[in-house]
C-alpha cells in the first residue's frame, strides 16, 4: 500500500472503537522485521513489551530489562510500522523513583517514534505520573490486574479480582487511571466476568491479556502465538503457528546441507 493512502492508528482511533462497539488487535514485537508483517497484517496496536526481558533475552522476569535496552527496541519497531499504534512498556524502575525521571524516560522512547508508552499500576504517585505524562504530550496505557512489575509483591503469577470486591477495587483503580488521563488500559489475569464489569463501567478502552472476551481489545505476546518461545506458554495464550519446528526444521537442513557440502550450489557463489 502507498504510504499516504495509510490512514495511522492514533489514541483517538482507539477510543472511537471502544465507542462503536469494534474490537481491536494489539501484539508485541521487539524487532524491525516482526514489527513490519504485524503491521502488515492489520494489527492495531504494537506494544514493546518489557516481556522481551524474558522472550527475547532469556531472563526469568520482566525486572532485568532498563531505559536502555527499550529504547533499543523501540527504535527497532517504530522503524517497521507505517499504520498501528506504537506503545512502548517502560520498563522496572523507569518511572518509580521521581516524576522528572519519568518523564525523560518515557519521552526518550517517543523521541525514537513510540507513540504512547505503558506504565502498570495505580498508586496516587503513577496517577501523578500519568497526569505529568499526559501534560507533557505522552499518551499512557495503564495496566492492572496482574501487574508483573509487582510479581514480588503479589506473590507470583495469580489471578486478580476474583471476588467481587476485589473487581470493585480494580474498577475503582481503573476509573482513577482514566482521570489522570490514561487511554486505554490492560487488564491483565483477570476473570471474565469481572473484566466484564470493569469494561461496561470505564469510557477508556480495555485490552484483555488473559481477561476474556468482554474486553474492547486483546493483547498476546508475539512469540507465543507463533509458538516460537517455548519456556512457557500461558493458558490464555493460543498458539497459531509452531515457529519452534520451523525454526529446528530450517536449522537442521542447514547443518546437513553444510556437513554433505550440498551447500553452496553453483547459483549461491560469485
Ligand atoms: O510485557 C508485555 O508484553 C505486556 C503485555 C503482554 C500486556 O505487558
Known amino acids: 500500500m502507498c504510504a499516504q493512502l495509510i490512514k495511522k492508528v492514533n489514541i483517538k482511533t482507539i477510543k472511537n472503537l471502544k465507542n462503536s462497539g469494534e474490537k481491536f488487535s494489539v501484539l508485541t514485537a521487539y524487532d524491525y522485521s516482526t514489527a513490519k508483517y504485524l503491521d502488515e497484517a492489520g494489527i492495531d496496536v504494537i506494544l514493546i513489551g518489557d516481556s522481551l526481558a524474558m522472550v527475547a533475552l532469556g ?24 499504520r498501528a499504534l506504537v506503545v512502548t512498556d517502560m520498563p ?25 508508552v505503558k506504565i502498570e499500576g495505580c498508586s496516587d504517585y503513577i496517577l501523578e505520573v500519568i497526569k505529568r505524562l499526559v501534560e507533557t504530550g505522552i499518551p499512557v496505557m495503564g ?4 501487574t508483573p ?65 468482554y474486553c474492547d481489545a486483546q493483547v498476546l505476546v508475539s512469540d507465543d502465538i507463533f509458538g516460537k518461545y517455548s519456556d512457557f506458554t500461558p493458558k490464555f495464550a493460543r498458539k497459531y503457528g509452531d515457529m519452534r519446528t520451523l525454526i529446528l526444521d530450517c536449522a537442521r537442513k542447514f547443518d546437513e546441507d553444510v556437513k554433505s557440502g550440498r551447500f553452496p550450489s553453483e547459483n549461491e557463489v560469485f
Open 92 to 116: 522496572f524502575l523507569s518511572y518509580h523513583t521521581d516524576i522528572a525521571s519519568a518523564v525523560k524516560n518515557c519521552g526518550e522512547m517517543i523521541k525514537l517514534g513510540a507513540n504512547a
Open 149 to 213: 512489575q509487582f510479581l514480588n509483591t503479589l506473590g507470583g503469577y495469580k489471578i486478580q479480582g476474583k471476588t467481587q470486591e476485589a473487581a470493585e477495587e480494580i474498577l475503582n483503580q481503573a476509573k482513577q487511571l482514566e482521570s489522570a488521563g490514561a487511554f486505554s488500559l490492560v487488564l491483565e489475569m483477570v476473570p471474565q466476568e469481572s473484566a466484564k464489569y470493569i469494561t461496561e463501567n470505564i469510557s477508556i478502552p480495555t485490552i484483555s491479556c488473559g481477561a476474556g472476551k
Open 59 to 82: 531472563y526469568e522476569t520482566t525486572h532485568a530489562i532498563g531505559v536502555e535496552e527499550m529504547k533499543i527496541f523501540t527504535k527497532a519497531v517504530a522503524k517497521g510500522v507505517k
Open 143 to 146: 495496566h492492572l490486574g496482574f
